[in-house]
């Protein structure tokens, strides 16, 4: 089963190269670079995980964040160097950051919560 992960960052570029990169059998990436559309389609159909870049049009990530169901793991990632501690995320990625590191980090994290049945293999395609 593979891991849902939702991108959101109003900068489509980043998008693009996230899901590219981290797209695989094992991690399902949506990405959004709307808000809104972000937060509507978390409480449609939940991700394992979501990572909000802080500054975004018209808003904040922590201000999505703050609206998205408690069950979803939360990151943030962001530019800036001095904000406040958000305790409504698991952890604070600076940019630039490691697309290995993510991919590293989403598969450990595929493993313990979708640990692979009996003749599968996980693999990136």
Avoid: W
Avoid at 30 to 46: D, G, L, P, R, V
């Amino acid at each position: 089963m593979a891991l849902t992960v939702y991108y959101l960052d109003d900068e489509a570029e980043l998008c693009d190269v996230f899901k590219d990169f981290l797209n695989s059998a094992q991690i399902h990436v949506t990405t959004f670079t709307e808000s809104e559309a972000a937060i509507e389609q978390c409480a449609q159909n939940k991700p394992d995980i979501i990572f909000i870049d802080y500054r975004l049009t018209n808003t904040t990530g922590n201000l999505v964040a703050n609206v998205l169901d408690d069950d979803i793991e939360k990151i943030l990632v962001t530019g800036e160097l001095d904000l406040p501690q958000y305790d409504v995320f698991s952890q604070v990625m600076a940019k630039p950051y490691s697309l290995m590191a993510i991919s590293q980090m989403l598969e450990a994290k595929n493993e313990h919560t979708h640990p692979p049945q009996k003749g599968e293999h996980n693999e990136r395609i």
